[in-house]
């Protein structure tokens, strides 16, 4: 395709995609200022700069992915979160913007300035790395079952230089030995195995893994809630990102293990998004 100006690229993506996905206006911006290494204003600026013949071809092969449901996010190789710019890639979870809740929950605590904290299932490292960016006096560890997803938020560490973050491998508490945090925060998998909402967009995409947890999606958060009391120093605070019709049943698992504090709150959309709770030692089981 030759002498395609930015204009004609850009209506001839949002052309393609329209019946593809709920954005494409959204997603042939993206993708085509990832084609062009270049932010939003240019596509405007610049509408009639035309392409160089590499740019289209790459142009034409990321269309052809996003129509066959690749999410953008995979094709173009990262994804924005909290401040930070984060590769991706198919052995984890996109970071989602609800998903920044935990993080201002976290940041709001009433904790010490040189607090440790944990990020149990940390996947590209979003949660630990903001975490860790807005609190430099905290030591935030990040633990993942999975290598590749180790090896990817440890990346994600250097490309945002961030200091005081370490990833390792772990499934759930299961390399920790005997280490105790101030703060313990989860995005664990949390949708229900026969979920219909799996067959959907981006999801096809994602890791199963790091999305389901039996049949009523709480299989991990039953494991998580109990051990994390071995990982909590006293008046330690557990913050578990969840479903938004799981709020109930997590404020009971928090009650039957003896946590204090217990509270809910809501995502941008309006929906139960995040319960957490207080550890205090003096509260035998
Ligand atoms: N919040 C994600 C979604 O609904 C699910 C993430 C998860 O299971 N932790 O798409």
Not at 191 to 209: C, H, I, K, N
């Amino acid at each position: 395709m030759d002498n395609l100006t930015i204009q004609q690229a850009l209506d001839m993506g949002i052309q393609a995609l329209k019946n593809h996905s709920d954005s494409a206006k959204t997603d042939a911006e993206t993708l085509l200022c990832d084609v062009l290494h270049c932010n939003r204003t240019k596509l405007i600026v610049d509408a009639n700069y035309i392409l160089t013949s590499e740019q289209a071809c790459l142009w034409q092969e990321y269309l052809q992915q996003r129509i066959q449901g690749r999410p953008v996010s995979y094709i173009i190789g990262h994804q924005d979160f909290w401040t930070l710019s984060l590769d991706v890639n198919e052995s984890t979870l996109i970071p989602r913007p609800e998903t920044e809740l935990l993080v201002e929950l976290t940041l709001d605590l009433t904790v010490a300035d040189n607090s440790c904290c944990l990020d149990l299932g940390t996947g590209t490292g979003a949660i630990a790395l903001a975490i860790a960016s807005e609190r430099k006096g905290w030591q935030v560890t990040g633990c993942d079952r999975i290598t590749e997803a180790v090896q990817l938020a440890a990346h994600n560490q250097r490309k945002n230089h961030v200091e005081n973050a370490r990833f390792l491998v772990s499934h759930w508490f299961s390399a920790l030995g005997e280490q105790a945090f101030d703060v313990i925060v989860t995005n664990p998998p949390y949708v229900e195995s026969d979920s219909a909402y799996l067959t959907q967009g981006d999801l096809r995409f994602e890791p199963g893994s790091a999305l389901t947890s039996g049949e009523d999606g709480l299989d991990d958060i039953r494991l998580i809630i109990p051990q994390a009391r071995q990982h909590l120093k006293s008046d330690g605070w557990l913050l578990i990102e969840h479903g938004f019709k799981q709020a109930n049943a997590i404020q009971e698992l928090f009650a039957d293990a003896g946590y204090e504090q217990i509270q809910t709150r809501q995502d941008c959309a309006g929906h139960d998004r995040v319960t957490f709770a207080q550890f205090k030692l003096h509260n035998p089981l």
